[in-house]
């Protein structure tokens, strides 16, 4: 039997999903990678924006997007994710093409249980590997981990993570889909008369020649005949396998996708509930892009030195102690300068290393300066802190003089 259309196209996305998982760390954006959580500098890095963990109102959106993505698709497709994106599946899938090749051009099966054996743990190795791009930039990992320097968080996360993924291919698999993941569960909360399932149709159940093939094929071990069952991953191997058998027979197959019966009062995949879900996307997503595009590029806060002590200078001016930490939040290197807004009457003046000061895409830095003002104000004030590029304000923060 040739290989149907379901087949490869499950295939494909298969396929496309992976790749997606391996390169998002790798693709970079101003030098830094398109998705990874920078763990050093409490930064998510995310498409081009860097968001920090202090932004707290960008990381609730982006978990709401999340959340009301899961919700949307779900109600839509129900386990399609399950059946043709799921990595589960996809490490599942491709452990077994191993074993039947192994078991077919080895007929010895000592030598086919060790190409099982290579096989699960390169397949653990990579899946191990790249869930910790997504924290370590690829290139980096590679050299940390070939001279032995991976460090002990992401030496035992790497450790753990590969010796799970490794039990789940020899002992697991598809038992995870079956008693293991929420996700079904979840989905029965979901779904609703309109959301895409796998199905026999009942009204052509006399078409039926009870030939199993339907049954044999599942990778779950149910049948898709009794009705929807908790277990189905929806990756349409039965269906394959009944249009195959029914196509010799020159009939239409007795499975197929649907959105749900019309006579039932479905059918109708994009319903109030449905647009209202994805409105809230639409709005969540256009908060995030413009949280993004609007915030500053970089940010400034000032404390005082806690060794620096209020003076009065013999020429009756009067100096403070600060210290700033500057945060460049671009994907490109900035360079940086302090300056105090002119306030009448007074003179004011920067002592210290507060120009030209160069920071990296994504990096911070502390400058420790003096306050200089000229005569001494007659009690406390506060005066206005800029940091600058070039002529352009980029941050302003009130500073506070402190009087003898």
């Known amino acids: ?5 379901i087949a490869t196209k499950r295939a494909l996305f298969q396929w496309i999903a992976t790749l997606t998982l391996l390169l998002l760390p790798q693709i970079k954006i101003g030098g830094q990678s398109l998705l990874r959580l ?15 963990i202090e932004e707290f109102y960008l990381f609730l959106i982006v978990v709401l997007i999340m959340v009301f993505s899961f919700l949307f698709v779900t109600m839509l497709f129900g386990r399609v994710w399950c059946g043709w994106f799921c990595p589960q599946t996809t490490i599942t899938d491709l452990a077994e093409f191993f074993d039947k ?11 086919a249980g060790v190409i099982k054996q290579v096989a699960a743990l390169l397949i653990s190795f990579v899946v191990a590997s790249n ?14 981990l070939s001279h032995g320097t991976l460090g002990p968080v992401a030496g035992i996360s790497l450790a753990a993570i590969f010796a799970l993924v490794y039990f789940d291919l020899l002992f697991v698999r598809r038992l995870f889909c079956k008693m293991v993941c929420p996700y079904g569960r979840i989905q029965l909360l979901t779904m609703d008369r309109n959301t895409l399932t796998l199905e026999f149709n009942p009204l052509l159940k006399e078409s039926c020649i009870r030939c199993g093939a339907c049954t044999r094929t599942c990778p779950m071990g149910i049948d898709i005949r009794t009705g929807l069952q908790i277990e189905c991953i929806n ?48 709005i969540l997503s256009a908060l995030l892009i413009y949280g993004v595009t609007t915030r500053k590029e970089a940010t400034l806060k000032i404390q005082r030195a806690s060794n620096g002590e209020v003076r009065q200078l013999p020429d009756g001016a009067i100096i403070n102690f600060y210290t700033a930490f500057i945060e460049n939040r671009s994907t490109i290197q900035g360079v940086y300068s302090l300056r105090v807004a002119p306030v009448a009457g007074f003179t004011t003046e920067l002592i210290g290393p507060a120009r030209q000061i160069t920071i990296d895409a994504n990096g911070n830095r502390k400058v420790d300066f003096v306050l200089k003002v000229s005569p001494a104000p007659a009690s406390r004030r ?16 009130a500073v506070p003089l402190l009087v003898k």
Request: hydrophobic share 40%.
């Open 1 to 5: 039997m040739t290989t149907s259309r």
């Open 38 to 52: 920078d763990a050093p500098s409490r930064t998510l890095l995310f498409f081009g924006a860097s968001i920090r």
């Open 101 to 111: 090749k192994a078991a077919k051009l080895l007929p010895n099966k000592y030598a």
């Open 131 to 144: 869930l910790i791009w997504y924290f370590i930039p690829p290139g980096e990992y590679f050299t940390r």
């Open 235 to 282: 990756c349409g191997r039965c269906l394959d396998a009944c249009r195959g058998v029914m196509s010799r027979m020159k009939k239409e197959g007795l499975i197929h996708y649907t959105f749900g019966v019309r006579s039932e009062g479905g059918g109708k995949p994009l319903n109030r509930k449905s647009v209202m879900l994805g409105m809230v996307l639409v």
């Open 382 to 397: 506060d005066l206005e802190l800029q940091l600058v590029r070039g002529e352009t304000v980029i941050s302003v923060t």
